[in-house]
Structures are given as structure tokens and as C-alpha cells.
């Protein structure tokens, strides 16, 4: 018995053609749908590594900024402490002044000497304007006097309270009597 061999008629071998078409056409679909999703991806990671680039120098900033915040508040609570003994200093010369006992002025004139170089220490500068031009900057003006003769008028002829800044900060402002 022979086998028989089948020659495929015309439409069939149109049918096996298209048949074998979409497979290809699926194939490249294929290929084209997965490219397309691997560039979604890329383009998600992307975003995702550009999203935490940004949160971790949001986080870098903050960082600093509490850090320098908190150093802030710190140097304004030493000033505090520091404009709190200025009454202190001010007791202590008035007592040096007016002390009549060498002992006793000699111990007011240590103590004084101590707490100037505390002040120096934390690098605290008297504001003593005498003889230049009043500055509201740094001082308060607290009476007038007639300028004498030869004076300028709007210069700071005493002192009454001292002043005190650290830096360019000023702590306590003078309080001066100006020439009018």
C-alpha cells in the first residue's frame, strides 16, 4: 500500500500562509509590547530614583537646619545667661567706687576682674561710645545736655549704664547722656 500524498489545494495553502503570518506579526508584537514595557520601567525607575534623590536632600536639609536651629537656641540661652549678670558688674563697680576699707576694695576689684574676664571669656565687648557720635544702634540716649564750648552737638558725653554685644550682636545697649 502506497500512502497517498496530498497536494494541498489553493486555499488551503492561502489559510497555512495566514496562518503563519499572525504568528510572526504576534512575535514582533511581542517584542515590540515587551520594549515597550521595559521603557516603562526604565521610566518608572527613573522617577523613583529622581524622587528619592529629592527626599534625601530634603532630609539633608532639614538636618542642617534643625542642627542649626537648635545651635541657635543654644547661643541665645548663654546670651541670656550672660545679659543676666550684667546688673551683677554694674553692683560691683559701684561698690569699687564707693568703698573706703583698701582690703575690702581690693577683694571687690578680684571679684570684678573675675567676672570681666568671664565676659572676655565668651567673648563679650563694653560698648563705650564717650566722644563719638550717638548711635541708636548701639545705644539709648537717656537725657541731653548743651554741648559745652568747642563741642559737637549729637555726641555722647557719658555714660550712664554700660553696654555690652558679643559679635556684632548687642547684648545690653548703653544708656548715654548726648550733647543737644
Not at 532630609?59 to 547661643?75: D, L, M, P
Not at 540661652?77 to 569699687?96: K, Q, T, W, Y
Not at 575690702?104 to 563705650?128: C, H, N, P, R, S
Amino acid at each position: 500500500m502506497e500512502e497517498e500524498v496530498k497536494v494541498p489545494e489553493e486555499g488551503q495553502e492561502i489559510k497555512e500562509e495566514k496562518a503563519q503570518k499572525p504568528e510572526k506579526k504576534s512575535k514582533k508584537s511581542q517584542t515590540e509590547a515587551l520594549k515597550e514595557e521595559i521603557a516603562a520601567l526604565q521610566a518608572e525607575k527613573d522617577e523613583v530614583v529622581r524622587k528619592w534623590y529629592a527626599v534625601t536632600a530634603e532630609y539633608e536639609n532639614y538636618r542642617r537646619r534643625t542642627q542649626n536651629q537648635s545651635a541657635q537656641r543654644y547661643n541665645d540661652g548663654r546670651n541670656d545667661v550672660i545679659s543676666a549678670l550684667f546688673p551683677i558688674g554694674d553692683n560691683l563697680e559701684r561698690a569699687l567706687a564707693s568703698c573706703k576699707d583698701e582690703n575690702t576694695k581690693q577683694g571687690i576689684d578680684m571679684i570684678f576682674k573675675a567676672f570681666q574676664k568671664v565676659l572676655e571669656g565668651e567673648g563679650v565687648e563694653v560698648i563705650d561710645p564717650v566722644g563719638q557720635p550717638f548711635d541708636a544702634s548701639l545705644a539709648e540716649a537717656i537725657m541731653a545736655m548743651p554741648a559745652e564750648e568747642g563741642e559737637e552737638s549729637g555726641l555722647v558725653k557719658q555714660v550712664y549704664v554700660k553696654g555690652y554685644k558679643k559679635g556684632e550682636k548687642v547684648l545690653r545697649y548703653a544708656q548715654v547722656i548726648v550733647t543737644q
